[in-house]
Nanobody
Framework: QVQLVESGGGLVQAGDSLRLSCAAS????????IGWFRRPPGKEREFVAS????????YYAESVKGRFTVSRDNAENTVYLQMNSLKPEDTAVYYC?????????????????WGQGTQVTVSS
């Protein structure tokens, strides 16, 4: 069992940066793949990025590649999403989720545990 809590969201201007954190509880956190997803206003939830347990593999949506970086600190049970050069279209509720270490991709139904989300709003 893993419990996830996101933090770090807020209101920023286009071009600014934010770093989201996903804090986890559970002894086996370090073995899970962690994904970041987001739900823009009025739209479906979508994949943003994922990172394997040893941080040996990261995967990004095309819309954020080159601007967002996912990393993890297993000793601190925390995964980060560094978001640079933010755009108004990045406005969304951001969620982190945990999946089996055998999975590294973007399919939401592969992720068993979800946080409550943190709001990111980017003004133009």
């Amino acid at each position: 069992q893993v419990q996830l809590v996101e933090s770090g969201g807020g209101l920023v201007q286009a071009g600014d940066s934010l770093r989201l954190s996903c804090a986890a509880s559970g002894r086996t956190f370090s073995t899970y793949t962690i994904g970041w997803f987001r739900r823009p206003p009025g739209k479906e939830r979508e994949f943003v990025a994922s990172i394997t347990w040893a941080a040996s593999y990261t995967y990004y949506a095309e819309s954020v590649k080159g601007r967002f970086t996912v990393s993890r600190d297993n000793a601190e049970n925390t995964v980060y999403l560094q978001m640079n050069s933010l755009k108004p279209e990045d406005t969304a509720v951001y969620y982190c989720a945990a999946a089996s270490p055998m999975y590294t991709g973007r399919l939401q139904n592969e992720y068993s545990y979800w946080g409550q989300g943190t709001q990111v709003t980017v003004s133009s």
